[in-house]
């Protein structure tokens, strides 16, 4: 296989307001090479693809690209193919309503005497289709077709228009074990002739069944690039989460937060949603700090959700305080007792232009019900109460949530959820995007609770908050939970290694 | 002069300011316009004047404002059914109280029969879009079209084609004034659906539900509060506003004219709620902006037909408001201008 | 793994429109047979009467197509007809220049329209909503009075009968012969049909409006112009939009304000009908035209059953919409299971 290189990107750096998004990075993509980018969440995968295909503009570095001479600043993605970068995104951007060959061909339609040549242009997208080993009926409508075929026309698409770099974002999410395999035939046939691909991904297994190079990028600077097969499985989760893994220096867990053996009350039995959370069991107790750790992608959100009923799950079972629960909808688990914090703040959590106050109490507003409203004086005494307890700064209850930073957005949030007085209470990454001091009061606010006989979910993908925090893990890889690590197991080495699965060395 | 500049602040971020502001501008381009405007006098031992008759005359459209600030707030979309549906009521209550003739000069049933099943008619067809948005998650503008069409058909239905007469006094009084009391009614009905409503969405979680539905409904869902439900009730709610408007504008004129009650108001009631600084988009409201706004279209009416302006030719005027109102709040005009004040900021600097 | 797609549905769509219109119009050759419907003339009389219709749908479809809407048709039908009614008989211009003014102001009325929809994103139903009201509005500002057309070229327009003597004459009782004709209207009608057929069909800028309706993120994404697009079809609609009120009054030969009241309603219920979809991305202008001709035999019928009012119209063209609207959401949901 040829060794040239044929896009190398040197010294990249890029700032938004107040973070450094990427910081010096190299990348270098050869031909018929299939290459994965990989990083936790603010590592600068996506801001280096959008750097390279003129969606954002880099400050420092540069880019070349083979054919091209001199450093190629892109300014549009129309720019980037132009020069031979094109890019295929986890949503398929098609049209679902024209037919597959439309799609392929549209804005460069075959066209005869001015108008366009349907004959000639199903055609060309039927030889295009075999080319590639796709056997379907050019002249269907998109959305006929599943997701993965989908994906691959789009990749058809992009390969047609420009042959030198094809970059993947995130392809594989919504696909199955057979539509992945199908997925990787194409690339495989794409770099059999001399296509360079950049798959951006989380599943650790794919990525060492069909890549060659593993970049890997964290908190905006390069970690390094690495052969695949010369890289243990263990490493590269070491070097995704920045630490060393070293069998000798083995960090152990501190805190107070102990295993507890009081009564179930989660008790959850193959519950799973197609294409988002493979069925799995869950026990939580009394007391307990479960925490769910996994690579990003991994399923803990997803898993999170299907408890709730955030997402209603397609399969399983679920007792609460050892009643039998039906969750349909989010109000079903909170009248059960749960309560959830989402990963998405600013979407799913506060309500932006409503007081401090009002986004205080809807939660336990809304199990009271609609004709029992709280009196102006009740609202104002419970906010005051979460705003003293959780040391919510804002300039009074009254306040917009909006105008509070990040971290006392967060605040009005647990507080919203500790005024229901749950019995389980899930943190989806309660601390992400908030400074430090905010940080370690979350932290000691979910130890207290534990030790008041409240169960916690806790999701985050800070190794060392969770083991301060938790008494137990979960595990999770690749949308399925994998084991779980009791509470003498708790250590950095063994998150990891159960985390990347395989035997640890390999 | 600093505190005056900080007072001056102050009193224009109010969130009333602005619709305060254009009422107060309307009410002085009438006072120009017409010297006795806020001239006030008692004819037949009712209140009479300009100023009055701006008053009287708003009350249909207050009442309408009242329920279309509902739907845009819980659901970002807006009902231009309300017209016909007066048109509707109007005609289910002289129906009824007509006993199914042309022109009465009693009640053929109880009174209070039509003006329930008035109420209910308009109901029913808020029932009717709030199915078509809340459960189907078609588009309230074109769920809205298609009972703005029908509707004065079936209202033409209702009258068989005839304009329906009520020449009672009593029926007369809703619209014009109860004896023995100076203030026409109207303005008092307009007053108490403001009320009501008022106590409605404070004295249950209404008001709070439908400004978290409409800025996050995902939010609002995670939180146990039923979108659809709530956005359902919206539309119901415009349709019993829709009713009792249509039974004032009926009463006015004692029949059921099907092709005229309620004409072009729904625009007006649109024009009301954004005067009155609500967002088209949905979200938090003002309730009392709505109104103030209604007041202000109102009195706006009154300066254009001081002007020579005919009732037909007025919606030209209320179109390009609406426009301005609705481009000044949009995003892109404020990203427009952000990238000009940028250019011109980077041309400063290079310079 | 295939799902049925929304474009399945389409030519199921449009075959429950034609077969509809088949069922009814031989219905009514059943019912009102002896007053005359089975007639040449009556079915050449559903294009006359609504030729205006079928241009005006056409642009319609054009809109819905790329997901937005327009209220405003019959309000720019009014105001067209008012302008050349007003331009002809009150300021003494002859008919062709009125009719190119009329023609430019439907194209710059479409331009405004646009600009608000594509370049400030504002919903495509405030904007024409507001359009309604000012056409409308501007229809009584040049008059508030019918002004009836009297200029003789127009006239000779709308009076020149086509004789389609291959369909075979009948004979009167005065002895004339009558055969069965047309209206260059209807002519005019058709010829933009098929142009917007082929524009639709063979042209990047036609296969941009799908694209722009299917998903305009895509769209967008896959290097397509999607703001000129828009910008572009309201500024063609309201070029229809006038060309269709032209039609339309040659039909009335007059002008006043009351004129084409809930005209939008019928061309958006004949492309709903037609099988255009709500939500955008499948249309279809020879549908539309089985839409409009739904409407012209509902007419038909009430006319021919003489006592029914014309309200009746209305609402059964309202019912279908809603029945259709219906039936376009049924479809959605069921896809996404």
Known sequence: ??????????????????????????????????????????????????????????????????????????????????????????????????????????????????????????????????????????????????????????????????????????????????????????????????????????????????????????????????????????????????????????????????????????????????????????KVRKGEVI????????????????????????????????????????????????????????????????????????????????????????????????????????????TPVKSLSGGNQQKVILGRWLLTDPDFLILDEPTRGIDVGTKTEIQKLVVKLSEEGKAVMFISSEVEEMLRTCSRMAVLRDGQKVGELKEGELDQNNIMKAIAGGAGDE | MNKLIVFVKKLTGTRLFLPLFCLVLVLLSNLIKTPTFFQVTIKNGVLYGYIIDVINRASDLVILSVGMTMVVAASGGTDISVGAVMSVAGAVCCYILAGGLQTVNEFQNPYILGVLAAVFAGMLCGCFNGFLVAKMKIQPMVATLILFTAGRGMAQLITRGQITYIRVESYKMLGASIPGIPVPTPVFVALLVVILTYVLLKKTTLGLYIQTVGINSRASRLMGIKSSRIIFLSYVFCGLCAGVSGLVASSRIYSADANNIGLNLELDAILAVALGGNSLGGGKFSLLGSVIGAYTIQALSTTLYAMGVSPDQIPVYKAIVVVIIVALQSTELKKMAKRFQTGREAGKRVA | MKNRGKTDGKIFLLMITIALFVTMYIAGIIIFNSKGFAKPQVFLNLFISNAGLIVIAAGMTMVMITGGIDISVGSVVALACMMLAWMMEVKGIGAVPALLTVLVMGIFFGLAQGFFIAYLKIQPFIVTLAGMFFARGMTAIISQEMISVKNELFLKWAKSKINLTFLGGTVNKKGVVNYPFLYPSVIIALVVLVLVFVALKYTKFGRTIYAVGGNEQSALMMGLNVKRTKLLVYVINGFLCALGGFLFCLNTCAGFVEQAKGFEMEAIASAVIGGTLLSGGVGNVFGSLFGVLIKGTIETFITFQGTLSSWWTKITIAALLAFFILLQSLFAKAKEK
Request: with cysteine; charged share 25%; aromatic share 6%.
């Open chain 1, 291 to 398: 925490g769910l750790t996994g690579l990003l992608g991994s399923g803990r959100s997803e898993l999170a959700r299907s408890l709730y009923g955030a997402d209603k799950p397609d399969s399983g079972a679920l007792k609460v305080n050892g009643r039998p629960v039906s969750v349909a909808a989010p109000l079903d688990a909170m009248m059960a007792g749960m309560a959830y914090l989402p990963e998405n703040r600013k979407e799913e959590g506060i309500v932006a232009d409503l007081s401090v106050r009002d986004n205080l109490i809807l939660a336990l507003q809304a199990k009271k019900g609609m004709f029992r409203p709280f009196g102006r004086k009740e609202q104002e005494e419970l906010a005051d109460k979460y705003i003293e307890l959780l040391q919510i700064k804002t300039a009074n209850r009254e």
């Open chain 1, 1 to 282: 296989m040829p060794n040239e290189i044929v896009l190398a990107m040197r010294s990249i750096s890029k700032t938004f307001p107040g973070v450094q998004a990427l910081d010096h990075v190299d990348f270098t993509l050869r031909r018929g090479e299939i290459h994965a980018l990989m990083g936790e969440n603010g590592a600068g995968k996506s801001t280096l693809i959008k750097v390279l295909t003129g969606v954002e503009e880099f400050e420092s570095g540069e880019i070349t690209i083979d054919g091209f001479k001199g450093n190629m600043i892109n300014h549009s993605p129309q720019e980037a193919q132009a020069h031979g970068i094109s890019t295929v995104y986890q949503e398929v951007n098609l049209c679902p309503n024209l037919s597959v060959a439309e799609n392929l061909f549209i804005g460069r339609e075959p066209k005869r005497a001015g108008i366009i040549d349907w004959k000639t242009m199903n055609k060309k997208a039927k030889d295009l289709m075999e080319s590639l080993d796709i056997h379907i009926d050019v002249t269907r409508a998109l959305e006929n077709y599943s997701i993965a075929l989908q994906q691959m026309f789009a990749i058809a698409r992009a390969v047609d228009m420009s042959a030198k770099v094809l970059i993947l974002d995130e392809p594989t999410s919504s696909l199955d074990d057979n539509e992945v395999e199908k997925l990787f035939r194409l690339m495989n046939r794409l770099k059999s002739e001399g296509v360079g691909i950049i798959f951006v991904t989380h599943f650790l297994e794919q990525v060492y069944e069909v890549c060659d190079k593993i970049t890997v990028l964290r908190n905006g600077a390069l970690v390094g690039e690495y052969v695949t097969e010369k890289l243990p499985r263990v490493q590269l989760v070491a070097k995704m989460m920045g630490k060393d893994f070293d069998d000798l220096a083995a960090i152990k867990k501190s805190g107070e937060a102990k295993e507890r053996s009081g009564e179930l009350v989660i008790d959850a039995q193959g519950i799973g949603k197609q294409g988002t959370i493979k069925p799995y069991d869950l």
